[in-house]
């Protein structure tokens, strides 16, 4: 992918000798400090300080040294030649944070605000600011109060770079942080084209991924398609996506086990590729695994075009999206793909070509008693059906696959049989409207 990026000024990226000396210095005098604490016992107790007092001291001297750390954008190798940090989005490190805090259900919501002030791309200690967020949302879900609002403001009248001060509060109390990034977003000053973002969608279901891929490029995203989590897993490899959208179920690797291989492979550098699940499902249990696997949203297979821009914005700082006027006409189909004719045409020949093979299967799979595939097939063909507005045959999908995920087999053909009839229907009328195209 072309990446357009303005040039950071010569006070950002280059360091003097002696100022490099300096922090260096202070880095050094804040850790012998830390190590006298350490070492100071309970037995002079005229020169021994308090517990307490040390713990307070060791705590802010440590924040120091990090904070010095920080305000690096460069890191060393092991020849000692500098090596370009990766960018990374502040907006996305904070909804990391956010997430893994709200895993845990004695948590207060956490809400996540970030000031325009706030570059859309930095170089920095990512992973050093994610721990350090989470304790200070972690302290602020100690004190009383309700909802969490995590906040980021940035100061630029700064020769070392762009300072971002950081707080979490919501109860009596607000804690907070300050970090030094270096700002590397794309160009908007120079006259250079901005580049248009790239997504990669990982969807095995053609026809959602034919609505989905409608809808992102009329936001005007780039967009790459894999059909499983290995060929994802291969074109993030080669590829600089600025979002990955991960369907959860997936042959060969799923969407879960996808991101954890994506998470494993980024651990100890400084990327983080936001990623997001797609699905048909919005059951808490579903965004609970989500979490736990690294992903960092939710975006509903169901979503309009205006939802889906306002999901992604949330990653994507600074993107503005220019909605298309959407002439659906009260079409469901036209409504999903943002009055897209063409790519709503697409996508029902592809159910009226899918849909009765699907059904055939869901058959010899209540034959057979096998409550594995029938989950499956339901779930995708629920799926499908989300974007056609057929409501009651949504309804029956998702009850044979919670009847067959619940080994619930003695109602499973008559439910089946008012499946298949409200899907005739469907594709009758789909037939009449879109097969003339």
Known sequence: MTEHRRRPSKTVTERTQAEEGRIFSEIRRCLEEIIVLAGEGAGDTKAARSAECRTGSVRDLAEKALSL??????????EGTREKKTPFSISSVCLSAAEKIAADTKTPPVTVEIDPSVPALVEGDSSGLEHRLEEIIGKASGAEGGKITLCAVARRNLTEGI????SAGGGKKTFSLAMTFSDVSPGEDHGEEKAPPLVLLAEDNPLSARIMESNLEALGFSVMKASDGKEALTLAEKHRFDIILMDIQMP???????????????????TRIPVLAVSASREEEDRKKCREAGMDGFLPKSSSLGEMAGILSSFLPRRVFRLPGEAAGGNPLLSATGGNREAAAEAAKIFLQTAPPLMAEMKRAVAHGDRILLASHAHRLKGNLVFFGAEKAVGLAQAMEEAAKGGALEGLPSLLYSLISEVNLLLADLRKEWLPI
């Open 69 to 78: 750390l920080g305000s690096f954008p460069c890191s060393f190798s092991v």
């Open 163 to 166: 300072e971002i001060l950081f």
């Open 252 to 270: 060969e690797i799923d969407g879960l086990e996808a991101t954890r291989a994506l998470r494993r492979r980024e651990k100890g550098t400084e």
